[in-house]
Structures are given as structure tokens and as C-alpha cells.
């Protein structure tokens, strides 16, 4: 018997077709509540349009005609975000070019232009608050991490954007998406804001790199000055030092020597006390041996001043 005679059969007996019909009817449904959730997703139930429970992976089931998932990306799946360029096919439109440059084109604190690339990385921790909570998802994330890159930007200089300030703004980036995306309630958390070329436009890029060039050279010459005055201050403080010292032992020698000799005349001026003639004599005799001992011719003068007498000094053979 043919489909066709079966069919025929069924339609003369109402009962056996119902029946056909519900076992068609439950089977596709069976079928259809049945769903496999993949490893890197998550899906979100939904029972009447209400929220009704999220699921990991593996196989699940749902109720037919009531229940409806949504998939999403597992927490450990990471999002990206490219700004400033975009890694797209051949084709791309010129009005999306032109917009991926407007988006890279920022003011800087000091009143220059500079393109910024940059990319965020991110990953959904509550998938009900993905869902449910913000219908432009993508277009929030980008207006977002536009207004804190533009803000963070326009707060420094542009040697600060391109060179000290770059894991600053970075890390200062991540904190301040977090906050926003927190307060709005999307569910998802950036661990990620990495900087890419930050360069003036090209425009202006050759007279960009003349000033840069002119700062390094400035910055050069004040380290080379600085290494000078770090050699010669030291060797100049030492010498200074060392004539002190000089000066100071200078000085001790004859303030001791002047002691020395205070002491010594105090000495011979007590032994005088005591026989003045003694001492005078003595100190005549010790006279005219110092005079006489010298190799030179002496000259005598009489205690009138009335001659003068050379007398040569008497040696022994």
C-alpha cells in the first residue's frame, strides 16, 4: 500500500488522523524545546517575554511556544573594540572611512591634533543585563570609550599622549569605562584599553617631527650640561676642602708656634727676675755665637756707632 491508499484510509477514519496528527505535532515540539548550548556561550531563557533563568553549556530544554533563548557569549569569551581603524574586508565604504578618522581625531591639553587608535577589550559577565538593559549595545560601548579616550586626551600635552602619559591613560581608561558601564547596567567589564599609533596628522607630521627633534636636542643639552656640573661641583667642593684644610693647619702651626714661643720668653723672663745680669749676659753671649757662626762676613758696630770692624769667622782646621 502506497502513501496515497494510507491517506486515503486515515481520511476515512477521523480518529486515526487526530491522532497522526498530535504525534506530528508533539514530536516537532519535543524537537524543538531541545537545544545544545556551545562551551564559549551562554543562553538566556525567557518565559512569556519575562526573564526566567540563564544556562551554561551543554543540552537543554525548554517549554514549546512559551519559553524562548537567547545565546550569549560566555563570561570568558573576550569582546573587541577597534577605534581609529578597523580590520574589515575589501569594500569598505568611504563614509565608514570617514568615520573611523573622525573618531581617531582628538585635542590634546596644549592645543595640538593628534590621531589615536586604540582598541578595548571586554567580556560579558551578566548576560540578563546585556540583554535587557541597553538596546544600542555596540553604539553605547564605542559613545563610552570615545568620551573617556577624548577626555583623558585633552587633559595632557601631546608629548604626554604619545610618550610618559601612554599606561597612565590606559589603566586611568579602564576604570572610568567600568564606572559608566556599571552606572548604565550592561552587564559587561573592560579589563582591557591598549593604546595603539598615536601620531599628528599628516598634515603637520614633518613639522611635528622638526619640533620633536628640537626638544630631544634641548633635553640633550641639558643632560650633557647636568653630567658637567654633576663632574665639576664635586672636584670644585673637593678643592675647596683641601685649601681649607691647608688654611686650617696653616693657622694651628702658628697659633702653636706663637704659644710656643709666649711660653718660652714667659720662661726666660722668670730665670731674668731672678739674676737679671746673669741672664743678660747669657743672652749676649748666645747672641754673638749665633752672629759669629755664620759663614758670612760679620760686621761689628761698636755701641757708640763710631766704626765698623769685618771680622771673619775663626774655624778650627
Known amino acids: 500500500m502506497n502513501i496515497e491508499s494510507k491517506i486515503r484510509a486515515m481520511l476515512k477514519k477521523p480518529g486515526q488522523l487526530a491522532t497522526a496528527i498530535l504525534v506530528v505535532v508533539a514530536g516537532l515540539a519535543v524537537l524543538s524545546s531541545l537545544f545544545v548550548v556551545d562551551q564559549a556561550e551562554q543562553a538566556v531563557i525567557t518565559r512569556f517575554g519575562k526573564y526566567s533563568e540563564t544556562l551554561g553549556p551543554g543540552l537543554h530544554y525548554k517549554l514549546p511556544l512559551i519559553d524562548r533563548k537567547f545565546i550569549v557569549p560566555g563570561n570568558k569569551v573576550v569582546q573587541t573594540e577597534q577605534f581609529g581603524f578597523k580590520t574589515t574586508k575589501a569594500g ?27 582598541i578595548i577589550q571586554y567580556r560579558i559577565i551578566d548576560p540578563r543585563a546585556w540583554l535587557f538593559t541597553v538596546q544600542e549595545k555596540e553604539q553605547t560601548i564605542r559613545d563610552i570609550s570615545r568620551s573617556v579616550i577624548n577626555t583623558l586626551v585633552g587633559d595632557r600635552a601631546i608629548l604626554a599622549v604619545m610618550g ?23 552587564g559587561i567589564n573592560v579589563f582591557a584599553v591598549k593604546l595603539q599609533n598615536i601620531v599628528p596628522p599628516a598634515g603637520v607630521q614633518d613639522a611635528f617631527e622638526d619640533v620633536n627633534k628640537a626638544i630631544q636636542d634641548m633635553n640633550r643639552f641639558i643632560n650633557e650640561g647636568k653630567q658637567s656640573y654633576n663632574a665639576e661641583i664635586p672636584r670644585a667642593k673637593g678643592e675647596a676642602d683641601r685649601k681649607i684644610q691647608v688654611a686650617d693647619g696653616y693657622a694651628n702651626e702658628r697659633v702653636n708656634k706663637a704659644k710656643g714661643d709666649v711660653a718660652r720668653f714667659n720662661s726666660v723672663y722668670a730665670e731674668y727676675k731672678k739674676a737679671p745680669k746673669i741672664t743678660r749676659d747669657r743672652l749676649y753671649l748666645e747672641t754673638m755665637e749665633e752672629v759669629f757662626s755664620q759663614k758670612e762676613n760679620a760686621t761689628l758696630i761698636d755701641k757708640n756707632l763710631d766704626n765698623v770692624l769685618p771680622i771673619k769667622k775663626l774655624e778650627k782646621n
Open 92 to 118: 569598505i565604504s568611504n563614509q565608514y572611512q570617514n568615520n573611523i578618522v573622525k573618531e581617531s581625531t582628538m585635542l590634546t591639553g596644549d592645543l595640538n591634533i593628534v590621531d589615536v587608535e586604540w
Open 164 to 186: 610618559s602619559e601612554r599606561s597612565n591613560i590606559e589603566s586611568l581608561a579602564v576604570e572610568m569605562m567600568n564606572e559608566q558601564f556599571q552606572q548604565l547596567g550592561m
